[in-house]
């Protein structure tokens, strides 16, 4: 989802951005979240000044995945996967699934939370 194209007010969506100490998106392509000091309005000498770091996690289009999409007429439908995601995206995500399972299991063990919550921002929020 691209978060500083979404809703009413763009312009305070790139400014609590500009104030962020890192981004992490995952996208395939460049967009106005993950580029957004390049944003209309935002001078040269404005970039200079915004210190945010902007990390770019590798991620597989829709063609690339098996699973199950909504269209627009709200049908819900399965797609098989037209072409395969390369080799060195399905090495990365077994890994950031493996760093995920740590950190909820760190979260779990800290917070003493039950195992019957299903996800740990339940327990964080």
Sequence with gaps: MNGVAIGPDSQKNIDALKKADFLVVGEIYPDET????????ITSEEMKTINTT?????????AEKDGSM???ARWLQWKNA????????VWI??????????????????RQVPRSYP?????VC
């Excluded at 037209?82 to 995206?89: E, K, Q, S, T």
Aim: proline fraction near 10%; aromatic fraction near 14%.
């Design 34 to 41: 993950s580029e957004f000091w390049k944003s209309p309005g």
């Design 54 to 62: 902007v990390y770019r996690l590798p991620c597989a289009g829709f």
């Design 70 to 72: 909504t269209n627009s």
């Design 82 to 89: 037209a072409v395969a995601p390369p080799a060195r995206l």
């Design 93 to 110: 995500r077994t890994s950031w699934r493996r760093f995920f399972s740590a950190c909820v299991s760190c979260i779990r063990r800290k």
């Design 119 to 123: 996800q740990p921002h339940v327990a």
